[in-house]
């Protein structure tokens, strides 16, 4: 049975920083991407990953101060999040996918954790 576990959310200042984590359970994922979803809002994309590490891709709003990262002898990807402002306030979700084209959207990913919160003070 495939799981997806996020970790490392919490409160932090602005200007802070955080590492979440996603440690999946069952299969090693082709892509694996971080969404989030802040109240009133549709789930956006924030960052993706290829299954060797090579290829990122990232919102705009979070390029330069995200970096996603895996270490498949753990079946684990990071999301490693610095200079975080009010806006980035949201539950963070991971999701994966074994095959597919573009990695921005949430419909294409079939396999989703449960969410961790991440609240940006300022």
């Known amino acids: 049975q495939v799981q997806l576990v996020e970790s490392g959310g919490g409160l932090v200042q602005a200007g802070g920083s955080l590492r979440l984590s996603c440690a999946a359970s069952g299969r090693t994922f082709n892509t694996m991407a971080w969404f989030r979803q802040s109240p009133g809002r549709e789930r956006e994309f924030v960052a993706a990953?290829?299954?060797?590490?090579?290829?990122?891709y990232y919102a705009d709003s979070v390029k330069g101060r995200f970096t996603a990262s895996r270490d498949n002898a753990k079946n684990t990807v990071y999301l490693q999040m610095r200079g975080l402002q009010p806006e980035d306030t949201a539950v963070y979700y991971c999701a994966a996918r074994f095959s597919g084209t573009s990695p921005y959207y949430a419909s294409d990913y079939p396999y989703w954790g449960q969410g961790t919160q991440v609240t940006v003070s300022s």
């Open positions: 990953i290829n299954w060797s590490g090579d290829r990122t």
